[in-house]
């Protein structure tokens, strides 16, 4: 199944507590009777209970405390197995973390091939390395010259928030990769002819149109496996614009995440929402914008050519900028490679300095990787940043800051 959309949107407001609980009561009694795998009542009504994670100043709030953030990413989650899906969380919950960070992917060129996919959609690699298996959820339909949604792509997707939300995780989710690595940004420009991979795709009408349309059908999508349309989940505590949306010339970003914010914001007013910038020249300047709820940053030594004590110091600068700012900050994403002797140690240094900051968060770690399909573990030979439940010092670490950080909220 396919969904064409147009640029006519509309909002609808649930404004009856007792027409929320009837709705609940037909659709698990129609659910049971047609034998769908789905929460219980209980399940579903204890969830619609639950606040949506607030800001209060440069803090986060859940039901009324403070909510400091102990995470992870992932990148598979929006295409891997069930069974990958279900030891990724798994080990997330092991790791004691309370947010996953993930994208929603992939998007390729024409189902006809007409519009060529410009990264490798029929790979068999596993899920770790990109191995998709068919799964997608934008497409460019030729018939009416626009971008197209598989519905049943979104099944997938469906199924991370049904069995995050089973194991009291929140989630962080990006609505597209800045990337061409399953798609992206760059294969949406690319559905119109363009190879400018850094201007076009927030300037063109065609694509800033097919933005707010995907973004509208997402947050307005109904899960089959719990009921609760996205944006009244909350189990979604934020939406990230875009991972890592690197618009050059700088003077474009800021625009587009201004417009996109507001626009998010309209359809989607009750979860938090954050840029997904990575630039560390910005110095998070994205923070100060009206709609954007909290900032974020990466942080890569070996990408930016910072020493790791340089990197310690920018944590302490940008938790800064957070306070002044009045907003809380997270460290969204970070990594120092596992062939470095001093890896243990300097993720010990970069979270104690990040736990004694006011204005940060919390952190969201890059990446946990879980067992494949086939029983072991993803080998990731080229940046080594990847994190796993595999008893090593590196994981009992990573155990230890997540309870540290997570007894600031105490």
């Known amino acids: 199944m396919s969904i064409e959309l147009s640029n006519k949107f509309f909002d609808k407001n649930v404004i009856s507590v007792f027409y929320v609980n009837i709705r609940k009561f037909i659709f698990v009694f129609i659910a049971s009777f047609l034998g769908l795998n789905v929460i219980s009542f209980n399940s579903i009504a204890k969830t619609e209970e639950l606040e949506f994670v607030k800001t209060s100043g440069d803090k986060f709030l859940s039901n009324g405390k403070e909510f400091r953030i102990a995470g992870v990413s992932n990148h598979y989650l929006a295409f891997g197995s069930e069974q990958e899906v279900r030891a990724v ?83 962080v989710i990006s609505f597209l990769d800045f990337w061409a690595y399953t798609g992206g940004a760059q294969q949406m420009r690319a559905w119109y002819g363009s190879t400018d991979k850094n201007a076009f795709f927030f300037t063109d009408p065609r694509t800033k149109a ?26 979604i505590m934020a939406w990230e614009l875009m991972n890592e949306p690197s618009a050059k010339p700088d003077e474009l970003r800021e625009p587009w995440i201004a ?42 030594p070996i990408f930016y050519n910072q020493t790791v004590a340089e990197f310690r110091d920018q944590i302490v600068e940008y938790c800064a900028i957070a306070k002044a700012a009045n907003k809380p900050a ?8 596992r062939s470095n002797p001093d890896q243990v140690a300097v993720y010990d240094n970069w979270l104690k300095t990040l736990d004694a900051q006011e204005g940060c968060a919390g952190w969201i770690v890059w990446r946990l990787v879980s067992r494949q399909d086939h029983g072991r573990f993803p080998k990731d030979e080229h940046d080594q940043f990847d994190i796993r439940n595999d008893g090593s010092p590196m994981w009992n670490l990573m155990r230890m800051a997540t309870a540290r950080t997570l007894r600031k909220s105490e």
């Open 330 to 337: 997270i460290l969204g994403e970070f990594g120092w490679a």
């Open 259 to 300: 417009e996109m914010a507001a626009f998010v914001k309209t359809v989607a007013p009750n979860q938090l929402l954050t840029s997904g910038h990575a630039n560390i020249r910005q110095k998070m300047s994205d923070i100060r914008l009206k709609n954007i709820d909290y900032g974020t940053w990466h942080g890569y």
């Open 89 to 171: 969380l798994d080990d997330a919950v092991a790791m004691g973390a309370n947010v996953v960070r993930t994208f929603l992917q992939p998007v390729i060129g024409s189902l006809d091939d007409t519009v060529p996919t410009i990264w490798d959609f029929k790979s068999t690699q596993d899920a770790s390395n990109l191995g998709v298996k068919g799964a997608y959820l934008l497409y460019f339909d030729p018939a009416s010259k626009g971008m197209a949604i598989n519905a049943e792509g979104f099944r997938k997707i469906d199924f991370v928030i049904a069995e995050a939300s089973k194991r009291h995780l929140k989630l």
């Open 210 to 235: 097919d933005y707010r349309a995907w973004v509208y059908y997402v947050v307005n999508r109904r899960n089959v496996l719990t009921g609760r349309v996205y944006k009244d989940d909350p189990t």
